[in-house]
T-cell receptor, first 117, second 110 residues
Framework: GAGVSQTPSNKVTEKGKYVELRCDPISGHTALYWYRQSLGQGPEFLIYFQGTGAADDSGLPNDRFFAVRPEGSVSTLKIQRTERGDSAVYLC???????????????FGSGTRLTVV | LAKTTQPISMDSYEGQEVNITCSHNNIATNDYITWYQQFPSQGPRFIIQGYKTKVTNEVASLFIPADRKSSTLSLPRVSLSDTAVYYCLVGNNAGNMLTFGGGTRLMVKP
């Protein structure tokens, strides 16, 4: 596609429920990133995929968070037993190859606003 | 990863030049300096990157002194639509992920 697409744009869920957030990167981009942004703060790194594999998941806050990218394109961020503190905007970004693309920047989606009530 | 420090907020008026300075005292030899812009309800957008001296594109200029311990993003003749948060980032290929600070909230007034 022309840009990084994230769905849904907004999600309200009850505490304790399971949610899935989807990211559709730019076609052909092998690197995919998930970030989380709380109100008034900069984005915080969660996980980075190179192809189908998670190259760096050091930013995932705990084992309730999990992400997959089974075919090396679309990625799903999964959050189990949601807590009110999980409320944030979840951003996805992609880049062509990851390793040498730092100099060209990353393309972000508009994010999914998750609200846990 | 080198830490960055930038003003929390800045105000300006339409038509003025805006300069936002970022400090990065611990920048490594192979680090680049990159600036992103973020509008409300959107993801950050890459605007400019540099290594040393000066870089200019259609959106902004980036000035980096010889010691590279700071950098200045210059936005010429800002308009109301330049109201956004501007993030300064420092890093290189090895890290792969981006480390954002709090950014500078620029408010352009009529």
């Amino acid at each position: 596609g022309a840009g990084v697409s994230q769905t849904p744009s907004n999600k309200v869920t009850e505490k304790g429920k399971y949610v899935e957030l989807r990211c559709d990167p730019i076609s052909g981009h092998t690197a995919l990133y998930w970030y989380r942004q709380s109100l008034g703060q900069g984005p915080e790194f969660l996980i980075y995929f190179q192809g189908t594999g998670a190259a760096d998941d050091s930013g995932l806050p705990n084992d309730r968070f999990f992400a997959v990218r089974p075919e090396g394109s679309v990625s799903t961020l999964k959050i189990q037993r949601t807590e009110r503190g999980d409320s944030a905007v979840y951003l996805c970004a992609s880049s062509l190859t990851g390793d040498r693309d730092y100099t060209y920047g990353y393309t972000f989606g508009s994010g999914t606003r998750l609200t846990v009530v | 990863l080198a830490k960055t420090t930038q003003p929390i907020s800045m105000d300006s008026y339409e038509g003025q030049e805006v300069n936002i300075t970022c400090s990065h005292n611990n920048i490594a030899t192979n680090d680049y300096i990159t600036w992103y812009q973020q509008f409300p309800s959107q993801g950050p957008r890459f605007i400019i990157q540099g290594y040393k001296t000066k870089v200019t594109n259609e959106v902004a200029s980036l000035f980096i002194p010889a010691d590279r311990k700071s950098s200045t993003l210059s936005l010429p003749r800002v308009s109301l639509s330049d109201t956004a948060v501007y993030y300064c980032l420092v890093g290189n290929n090895a890290g792969n992920m981006l480390t954002f600070g709090g950014g500078t909230r620029l408010m352009v007034k009529p």
